[in-house]
């Protein structure tokens, strides 16, 4: 049997689809500590994680976990001592990725969004939306870059063939809520 490498994303956003304030960080209104267990155990259940290279620096490895750091320094796929680093225009995801895990395995994409916006084109096998209800957060930043008016996080995965599962109340005092969206088949 061949390798497989299903992506699965994983993103918390407030109402107005923000995962980052205008200066790219993460409001303190969007951190939650349930959320965050549930997240760090999805990244411990994947056999890489993928992100930016603005969230590489920001947040440290100190699980030791495999990264995959997406970056246009890189000329196409190397190894570096903090993880590898690939540059999606020098070389093709699949070529990429059979290299980092020739095995195959899970693949976490927490993000930026850059990075989200490549997956939503290269395929999610699944995109864990976790949403803080009651939160806003004016001129951040979108998980997708191609929300706007009259298009949110939800009607980008639908149009990527993805499927709402049901919702998981992740911290349900806190109105926050997880709702899997899923490749069919």
């Not at 490498?5 to 923000?18: E, F, K, R, Y």
């Not at 009259?150 to 993805?162: I, N, P, Q």
Request: charged fraction near 20%; hydrophobic fraction near 45%.
């Amino acid at each position: 049997m061949s390798p497989t490498w299903p992506v699965v994303g994983l993103a918390i956003v407030s109402d107005d689809d923000c995962i980052a304030d205008e200066t790219g960080s993460t409001p303190a209104s969007l951190r939650n500590d349930a959320d965050w267990q549930r997240f760090q155990a999805e990244l411990d259940a994947c056999a890489v994680t993928v992100l930016g290279r603005l969230g590489h620096v920001a947040h440290g490895n100190a699980r030791n976990r495999l990264r995959i750091v997406v970056s246009s320094s890189s000329p196409g796929l190397e190894r570096r001592p903090d993880g590898w680093w690939w540059n999606p225009a020098a070389m093709p995801w699949p070529q990429a990725i059979a290299r980092v895990l020739p095995d195959g395995g899970r693949v976490a994409v927490p993000g930026g969004q850059g990075v989200f916006d490549l997956f939503l084109t290269l395929g999610y096998a699944e995109f864990h939306l976790t949403r803080a209800r009651s939160v806003r957060v004016p001129r951040g930043r979108t998980l997708f870059s191609g929300i706007g008016p009259g298009r949110t996080a939800e009607d980008l995965l639908a149009a990527a063939a993805l499927v709402p599962g049901d919702p998981v109340a992740v911290d349900a005092t806190a109105g926050v809520t997880m709702v899997p969206w899923v490749r069919p088949g």
